[in-house]
């Protein structure tokens, strides 16, 4: 390819610009010796005017810098090697001669001067005057002077501009300052340093280019387009730069030392980022005392994110210095993200390095080691791998027989945070990490807790249950009762009450404690729950029930509280279902209702049942009628009651029905497939005691990717259920590890698709062995049910026909 | 700039100083006149409001800048006042 000749890539305009910006930059000898080679290499008159404009800048510069003489000889110069230049280099030395007397003699001139050559030497004026307090100050012009009474103006607006905001009635004190004055480009710059101060880039540029090229104050300008962001590309002089950092706060340097840092860290040079981190800290301004905290917190975490040594950290870093306690919390707090071994190790140096400078307060220490407790992986089992160790009792006795720090003891860190403040929070952990380890010592630390703390809800919440747990009703309703006169009874506790004097009740009722019983029941009934349909219904059935408790059963007393009953549960299937659960009580059956069930009272029954259980918290007796009753309903359900009844079949046990209700679930996507996937697998569970089927896995993994993908956190919840379900089963542990249901290779769209088809199209029905043969149906459906033996109806004899 | 600096008081301000300090600062920056500010305003007095957060802060603060020159912006505009004197010498040094 020919090379292109050099005149082509440059040219006269390309010359002519780069030049231009060369004495823009100050650059003045070389821009001469630019000229000079574009003239030798492209004589002509566009070279020579390039050349004469490069020594007129020069002259000027010689002019400036005091040298007259040489100044006046380059005038000659010039005009003999170029005579067309022989006008501007006579006005040149013209200049010469005038600055040759100094202001003095130039304003001699301009007092004599008239017309022209007054005007000549206003604009002589004003390129020379770098300094309004020259004018301001002389002696030549006497005190009234319009030129030293503009000079004195423009000075004081000029100090004003530069030391501080600027009043907004300063630049009103110029008006009189005239357009034509050699002062007019000082009220330019002036209005351009106010609107680089206040942060207005576009009056910047506005004043600026209304200074004309010649004054003295133009090479401001482009100092200001550039600090202002008006022109940030802006090519600067090596004195506008300078002035440009002093402006800036030292801005620029701050600015490469930190791009040199970011280089040095990036490939890991030390020595370099080690240098420019100082220079970094160096360049800081002094008062900047939160930005200087956060770049040493940067500091330290890209210094251990690079793999240096902490010990090499540069400056006021360094772990050596005055500020290392600060230094190793950063540290700590850099190892977090890589190590939480090293950050535990570190949070420990820096507590023993805390208390060296003065005991730190205990919410300092308990904020400290609650964090440092927090950095453990969630599992003992993997924090025990992650320090090389066996199992979890292996790393206690380590720790115990010191092999391991002690600070790898969490329960220990824990209790030492709750030793050290005794706050909620402190416990909270603590006691939430030892329920997931052991329930007895978690109770202890309630009890504690609840000691130390009466107000919180917490350890009450925990001591209430676990009555409730061991039927301690008596603990449970004491411990309610004294929160409630310590007015800490807030409304989670406020509702277990009910629970409670439910719970009392039934135990009475079971130990014909009559007395008591009634008591209890005239106390749950003030409960606000008891006004609610199934909870009121269910209290109802209890006082049937206790009717017929102790020695002596009351007959009229038993029908009353019957048709309360049947008045509050308006559903004889239902009615049927609670006197089932509360004769359970007296270890008696009730009568078979003498109305036909119909599928639609059977199901909605299921449906309030499973509504009613987890209120209980305990679950109800079904008779089996009921269950083979609403079968028949199956299909013409919501799938919401479709969803309770899978959900009540697995808590109480009616896979059969269960399932039943899946295939319809699963018959149509919706919504709520994901949830019916993880009831099937659930009810699916029941069928075999060897381990979980195949089967099962595969329709969990679906429910679970299902769920997963369409963020159905019920669906999740769903799944989770059937997990802990599976996992309950003989074998089911190994089973769901070794095929890695929580893997991340779960089913995709075309996957769960495929498992949702199987499904429907395999029997509908679940031939569960876990039922009992007696409520298996024998008949097809809406046929009544036959009567009971005699043997299950006794005493409690009790006939729905008595309330028709 | 640190919370502390946001709303203008030392780190040693008590909880009524923080939060008489925020009521002015929400007065100068109400949400819906100047949202941005009022939320860089609301934060700030989220990270300092009480002994436990002031402590959080003081432990675990503060964060590391996400990239280093992010600490140009921290420092503001950083336009400083230097007087008429840098200027004039500037304009001797390049000379007329």
């Not at chain 1, 910047?204 to 280019?209: I, T």
């Not at chain 1, 340097?253 to 280089?263: F, K, V």
């Not at chain 1, 290779?745 to 769960?752: G, H, K, S, T």
């Not at chain 2, 002994?51 to 921290?74: H, K, N, T, V, Y």
Request: proline fraction near 8%; charged fraction near 30%.
């Amino acid at each position: 390819m020919p090379k292109t000749p050099l005149t082509a890539r440059t040219g006269p305009a390309a010359e002519a610009t780069r030049i231009g910006e060369l004495l823009e930059q100050g650059r003045i000898r070389d821009a001469v010796e630019s000229a000079k080679e574009f003239a030798k290499r492209s004589p002509g008159p566009a070279s020579d005017e390039l050349l004469v404009e490069s020594y007129s800048a020069r002259i000027r510069q010689l002019q400036a810098e005091g040298l007259d003489r040489d100044a006046r000889s380059l005038c000659d110069l010039v005009e003999r090697r170029i005579p067309a230049s022989r006008e501007r280099m006579t006005a040149l030395r013209n200049e010469c001669d005038l600055l040759a007397q100094g202001f003095r003699g130039l304003l001699a001139a301009l007092e004599r001067g008239d017309g022209d050559e007054r005007r000549r030497l206003l604009v002589l004026l004003a390129r020379k005057l770098c300094d309004p307090g020259v004018l301001a100050d002389s002696e030549a012009l006497p005190e009234d002077h319009p030129l030293k009474l503009e000079a004195r103006a423009v000075r004081a607006v000029f100090t004003a501009a530069t030391s501080g905001p600027l009043p907004d009635e300063a630049m009103a004190t110029l008006d009189f300052v005239s357009r034509s004055s050699p002062l007019a480009p000082w009220k330019l710059l002036i209005r351009a340093i106010d609107g680089f101060y206040r942060g207005d880039p576009e009056s910047v540029r506005r004043n600026v280019a209304a200074l004309s090229a010649g004054s003295a104050v133009t090479p401001l300008g482009a100092l200001l387009l550039a600090a202002s962001g008006a022109d940030p590309q802006k090519p600067l002089s090596v004195p506008v730069a300078a002035l440009a950092e002093k402006l800036s706060s030292g801005r620029g340097t701050l600015r490469e030392s930190l791009e040199e840092l970011e280089r040095g860290l990036e490939k890991r040079d030390q020595h370099r980022a080690s240098r420019f981190a100082e220079r970094v800290l160096a360049a800081l301004p002094a008062g900047a005392g939160s930005v200087r905290q956060r770049f040493r917190a940067t500091l330290v975490a890209r210094w251990v994110r690079a793999g240096f040594p902490p010990e090499a950290l540069p400056g006021e870093v360094s772990p050596g210095r005055a500020n290392r306690l600060d230094t190793i919390r950063y540290l700590a707090l850099a190892m977090e993200q890589k190590d939480w071994t090293q950050a535990v190790g570190g949070w420990d140096i820096y507590l023993e390095l805390r208390s060296l400078s003065g005991p730190p307060t205990g919410k300092e220490t308990a904020a400290v080691l609650l964090h440092m407790a927090s950095l453990f992986p969630p599992s003992e089992d993997d924090v025990a791998s992650a320090l090389g160790v066996h199992c979890p009792e292996c790393l206690r006795q380590e720790i115990r027989d010191g092999t391991l720090p002690a600070f790898f003891d969490r329960e220990a860190l824990l209790a030492r945070a709750v030793a050290a403040d005794g706050s909620r929070r402190g416990f909270l952990a603590l006691f939430s990490f030892q329920s997931g380890l052991d329930e007895k010592v978690a109770a202890e630390t309630a009890a504690r807790w609840h000691a130390a703390r009466p107000g919180d809800p917490e350890p009450l919440v925990f001591l209430v249950e676990e009555a409730m747990r061991r039927k301690d009703w008596k603990r449970a309703l004491s411990l309610l009762e004294r929160a409630e006169e310590e007015k800490h009874l807030g409304p989670e506790l406020r509702g277990k009450r009910f629970s409670v004097l439910v719970g009392q009740l039934e135990m009475q009722i079971q130990k014909g404690q009559c007395a008591g019983a009634r008591a209890s029941l005239v106390l749950a009934r003030k409960e606000p729950q008891a006004s609610e349909s199934e909870l009121g219904a269910y209290l109802a059935a209890l006082e049937w029930a206790l009717c017929q408790s102790g020695r002596k059963p009351e007959p009229t007393a038993t029908l009353e509280a019957a048709k309360r009953l049947a008045a509050r549960a308006h559903n004889p299937a239902f009615v049927w279902i609670l006197m089932a659960s509360a004769g359970e009580l007296l270890k008696r059956s009730p009568l078979l209702p003498a109305t036909i069930l119909t599928p639609r009272e059977s199901f909605a029954a299921l449906v309030r049942t499973q509504r009613l259980v987890p209120r209980l918290d305990r679950p109800l007796k079904v008779p089996g009628e009921v269950l083979w009753s609403a079968e028949g309903h199956l299909d013409g359900a919501s799938p919401d009651d479709l969803l309770a009844l899978c959900e009540g079949g697995g808590a109480m046990a009616w896979p059969r029905e269960a399932f039943a209700a899946t295939t319809r679930g699963i018959a149509s996507d919706g919504p709520l497939l994901a949830r019916f996937l993880g009831a099937r697998a659930r009810a699916l569970t029941t069928r075999n005691d060897a381990g979980p089927p195949g089967r099962v896995l595969e329709i969990l993994r679906a429910a679970l990717a299902l769920a997963g993908t369409n963020h159905d956190t019920e669906g999740l919840g769903s799944v989770s259920t059937a997990l802990r379900h599976v996992r309950a089963t003989p074998g089911g542990r190994k089973a769901l590890s070794a095929l890695g249901v929580f893997g991340e290779d779960l089913p995709d769209a075309e996957a769960i698709r495929a498992v949702v088809a199987k499904e429907r199209l395999l029997p509908a029905i679940l031939d569960s062995p876990k039922l009992p043969r007696k409520v298996r149906p024998t008949k097809p459906p809406g046929r009544p049910a036959k009567k009971k033996p005699e043997s299950q109806r006794e005493e409690l004899s009790f006939d729905f026909g008595d309330l028709e | 700039m640190s919370p502390f600096e946001l709303l203008g008081v030392v780190e040693t301000a008590g909880d009524d100083e923080i939060r008489a300090a925020y009521h002015k600062a929400v007065l100068a920056h109400p949400p819906d006149r100047d949202p941005e500010g009022f939320q860089k305003v609301r934060a700030a007095f989220d990270a300092i409001r009480d002994e436990e957060a002031r402590l959080e802060l003081r432990l675990f603060g503060p964060p590391p800048f996400q990239s280093l020159l992010e600490l140009l912006d921290e420092l503001g505009e950083g336009k400083r006042w230097v007087g008429p004197g840098p200027w004039i010498a500037t304009l001797k040094e390049t000379g007329p």
